[in-house]
């Protein structure tokens, strides 16, 4: 495989978690709360998904035995804010640590292992991929063999565009975003429409978790997550909580780490804390970019 198919097949294998974190991140923030949780999120979806897969035998139950636990824990972190007046921020990190802590806790009474956990037997989702364009340069690493998780994750920003800007439930959460008093003298449920962002955040959120598992490495660890959380919360700046730039800026980062990847594997005489840091100099780039375009949007 040439350097250029392996940092395409590798940018498709790890954009579903970024992109779809972010998605959740995003309908969540356009109801007026920054999801801070969305680390734990992803890493609680992680380990449900594949714990799930290997006690049942079914990749698929892990990943909707991972989507609901998603979405309780969202309304939970969501109600937390709304309904109890929690920090959005102290919650949020709160919430990040305690996920770790107790994923630590479980992995060592459960399986003696403080960090990480692979089951005896390889998980991983079924290919959908059209085998016949394994051969074919560029086409082939983009399609040839990628899960249902990795279809459906555009689907799915088209889908979260569609809502937020079509249907009533998108245009109420925007408005109770906008302007929260105003949206409680309409009549509008203000904090359903939050919690249900919540719970539509922690499922979308542990869908990507779930694939990290049971999609791209077949594996858990405490780890893994690796700031995707955060990542996310920096595309959902740049893209000013739209859905297709908000997915760019993710994509931005998804291909600096394929590239980082493939170069430790490929060129390993470059010196690889130099290489590590290149997708954090690409959220670098995109944050400057926002900042910037912000500021001549104002002067103009």
Known sequence: MTLV??????????????????????LHQRSGVVNIALEGLILAGALVGLVVADATGSTLGGVAAAVSVGAVLGWAYSAVITRLGGNMIIVGLGFNFLVLGA???????????????????RLFLPALGLDFLAGVPVLGPLLARNDVIVWLTIPIVALVAFILDRTTWGLRLRAV?????????????????????????????????AHLAVGATGLFSTGMSAGRGYIALTAIYFGRTRPWVTTVACLVYVVADAVQGRLQLQLPWIPVRLVQVLPYVAVIVVLILAQLTSKRRRIA
């Open 177 to 209: 975003g906008a302007d929260p008093v105003a949206s409680t003298n309409l009549g509008l449920n203000v904090r359903g429409l939050q919690d249900s962002a919540g719970a539509a955040a922690g499922a979308l959120a542990a869908l990507g978790g």
């Open 5 to 26: 198919d392996g940092i395409i097949a590798t940018s498709v294998l790890l954009a579903p978690a970024i992109v779809l974190t972010a998605m959740g991140g995003l």
């Open 103 to 121: 994923a630590g806790l479980f992995l060592v009474q459960t399986f003696g292992s403080r960090s990480s956990f692979r089951p005896s037997e």
